[in-house]
């Protein structure tokens, strides 16, 4: 076993695969190894929730006051924050994306525990005045073993939305991250047990999805899954999931609609569509990857759009001035790659980018140039299709009814905006669009304290605020009377 192995936290100890297994851990920026992880499988899962669920009730953490739960995430808040700048080298190392996009993750990773800290000692639950004697109370109670899956292109932050509402709610967990980017996982587990938490409340097993993922979703002993990632993988969660009709929470894919009317402040939405795009290389759920523009304002706005999108600076996410990193990996890359043939075999125009950038700092990694394509149809597969990386599709629309019928013409309802400056006009298109997130005059902020997630195949449930908090409680109801005595239903 190597020296430096990074391994599973599992019952409050460091391990190793059962198999002994390993894999090498790949930096996006150069293809080179920079870690090895320990590679675990189904009877890792098997034992961390074995470890989960006695930590739960024999363990006693279910009965932990909220005082001390929320004690031991601001401690773990604060240790992280001890350790930021190191965090955040750690993240773009492993998921290639610039320095400064992995500071602002780190920071509101931090902001995320102290958030659901707050939230766990405040009040919970409702009373109902019924009819007298009787008094009728609700309670919000943790459902027990959490299973939690995530995605590789925010793996640090996308582990605090999941491990700090579940912690914050009284859950135990087993949380499995990408098995391409455990490194900052690894790492906050190493401060979630400086912390103090408990042996087997927090449970971190590495691997692959089909081994780990599917045996957390299949687990009779696993009371909830909370996933993010693909819309397909999340198909296949649910149908796991059946077994013991576990609770569960989905975050998956999308293709949302960014519209701009010919009447919005055109440099600001000029740079948003590119930031809606091209942020983390447009590896993000809720990328603006349909660019919905006015007919009137197509020529000028495109031809700006090109302009700054072929001047973007592509590198190495800790050098200098980095405005957009590599793909997450080679894999993911020529998947990104090929769906730029795609499109251009479907019969749209590739106006820029789009092809693979190699040699000098791009030697050994995964970059690629943003791209932008015009002339698209409604029923081209790059119009349709979650890409997940640099590629911006625009289509143009007539007038304001064409636009929200064409920003609804998709299986996913994830995100959306709009830009104008007609104050009513944004408001009646925002109304109408089928989506969970959505933005007007301003694309991707993300806020702890608003629920985040997706109406139709972009999901099930919301994270973050006090709804992603409720996703992890149980609800019951206390009936009390205070007048006992014989009810007289039976005569003898
Ligand atoms: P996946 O949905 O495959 O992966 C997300 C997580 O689920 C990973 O931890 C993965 O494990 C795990 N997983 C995979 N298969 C299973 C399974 N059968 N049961 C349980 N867990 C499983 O995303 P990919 O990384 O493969 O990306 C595929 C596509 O998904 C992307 O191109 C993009 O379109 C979309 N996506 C959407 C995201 C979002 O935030 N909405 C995030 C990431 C991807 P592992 O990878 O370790 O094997």
């Known amino acids: 076993m190597a020296e430096n192995l990074l391994k599973m936290f599992i019952h409050g100890e460091w391990t190793e695969a059962a198999s002994g297994e390993t894999r090498n851990i790949v930096n996006p920026a150069s293809g080179q190894f920079i870690a ?10 098997n034992r961390a929730v074995a470890a989960a669920k006695s930590a739960f009730y024999q363990g006693g953490w279910w009965g932990t006051p909220a005082a001390e739960r929320a004690r031991l995430l601001f401690k773990a808040a604060d240790l992280l924050e001890s350790r930021k700048e190191e965090f955040a080298r750690l993240e773009t190392l492993n998921n290639g994306k610039p320095l400064r996009e992995a500071e602002f993750d780190v920071n509101d990773t931090i902001a995320c525990f102290r958030y659901y800290a707050g939230l766990a000692t405040k009040p919970h639950g409702q009373s109902y005045e019924v009819s007298d004697p009787m008094q009728a109370v609700v309670v919000r109670e943790p459902i027990g073993v959490c299973g939690q899956i ?15 509402p579940a912690l914050a709610a009284g859950n135990t967990v087993v949380f499995k991250p990408a098995e391409i980017t455990p490194i900052s996982a690894v790492e ?16 971190l097993v590495l691997g692959a999805g089909a081994s780990v993922g599917q045996t957390l979703a299949a687990h009779d002993d696993v009371d909830k899954i909370a996933f993010t990632g693909g819309t397909d993988t999340g198909r296949k969660i649910m149908q796991a999931a059946t077994g013991n009709l576990k609770k569960i929470s989905l975050e998956l894919g999308g293709k949302n609609p960014n519209i701009v009317f010919a009447d919005a402040d055109f440099e600001a939405a000029v740079e948003y569509a590119l930031f809606a795009a091209y942020a983390n290389s447009g590896q993000v ?16 706005f495109i031809a700006r759009l ?4 072929m001047a973007i600076k592509v590198g190495p996410g800790l050098a200098d001035g980095t405005e957009m990193g590599p793909l997450v990996s080679e894999a993911h890359l020529n998947k990104v790659l090929g769906y730029v043939e795609i499109g251009k075999a479907e019969g ?4 820029c980018g789009g092809s693979r950038l190699t040699g000098g700092e791009y030697e050994g990694g995964f970059y690629m140039e943003p791209a932008i394509f015009t002339d698209c149809e409604p029923s081209m597969r790059i119009v349709r299709e979650e890409i997940f990386g640099p590629v911006l599709v625009v289509q143009t629309f007539k007038n304001e009814e064409e636009a929200i019928a064409m920003a609804n013409d998709t299986i996913y309802g994830l995100a959306g905006a709009v830009f104008t400056s007609n104050g009513a006009k944004a408001q009646r298109v925002i109304r109408k669009l089928r989506a969970g997130i959505t933005w007007i005059n301003t694309y991707h902020p993300t806020y702890n304290e608003a629920p985040w997630g997706g109406y139709k195949q972009s999901g099930i449930g919301r994270e973050l605020g006090t709804f992603g908090f409720e996703e992890y409680t149980e609800v019951k109801q ?5 007048a ?7 005569s003898s």
């Open 348 to 351: 749209a125009t590739l106006l």
């Open 150 to 164: 995530i995605p590789w292109n925010y793996p640090l932050l996308m582990a605090a939305w999941k491990l700090a």
């Open 188 to 203: 906050l587990f190493g401060i979630l047990e400086e912390a103090g938490f408990p042996p087997g409340v927090v449970n």
């Open 36 to 45: 090895v992880a320990a590679e675990g499988g189904e009877e890792d899962a």
């Open 478 to 482: 206390i009936n009390t009377n205070l």
């Open 484 to 490: 006992v005595e014989p009810l007289g239903w039976y």
């Open 306 to 309: 090109v302009e700054r999108t």
């Open 285 to 300: 759920c809720a990328a603006g990857s349909r660019l919905l523009v006015e007919e009137s304002l197509y020529d000028r």
